[in-house]
């Protein structure tokens, strides 16, 4: 069984930036797509950004100050720049995975916090 392990949230500035991370638990075959989404206090799941082999796409209101990406080791980042109170939430990775060349199955994270004030 494959896991996704969050890292990076924290608390920081209105300006600042954070650089979340998921990687699996163990070593896959390859990712079909990965996202991230993020969930505030009394509010319903929204995608932030999804990455699938058609192409990237971020919500309205982090396009050109978030960045989704991977690197060489199928680590998923979601890299946040300038970021607002309102970015305030639990952040939750989402890939779609292959653990051998015929298996693959979607996976979240644990969610990890991001905190933006003052």
């Known amino acids: 069984q494959v896991q996704l392990v969050e890292s990076g949230g924290g608390l920081v500035q209105p300006g600042g930036s954070l650089r979340l991370s998921c990687a699996a638990s163990?070593?896959?075959?390859?990712?079909?797509?990965m996202g991230w989404y993020r969930q505030a206090p009394g509010k319903q799941r929204e995608l932030v950004a999804v990455?699938?082999?058609?192409?990237t796409r971020y919500a309205d209101s982090v396009k050109g100050r978030f960045t989704i990406s991977r690197d060489a080791e199928n680590t998923v980042y979601l890299q946040m720049n300038n970021l607002k109170p309102e970015d305030t939430a639990v952040y939750y990775c989402?890939?779609?995975?292959?653990?051998?060349?015929?298996?693959?199955?979607?996976?979240w994270g644990q969610g990890t916090q991001v905190t933006v004030s003052s």
């Open positions: 163990r070593s896959i075959f390859s990712i079909n797509a």
């Open positions: 990455s699938r082999s058609s192409g």
């Open positions: 989402q890939v779609v995975l292959a653990t051998t060349p015929t298996t693959w199955a979607n996976y």
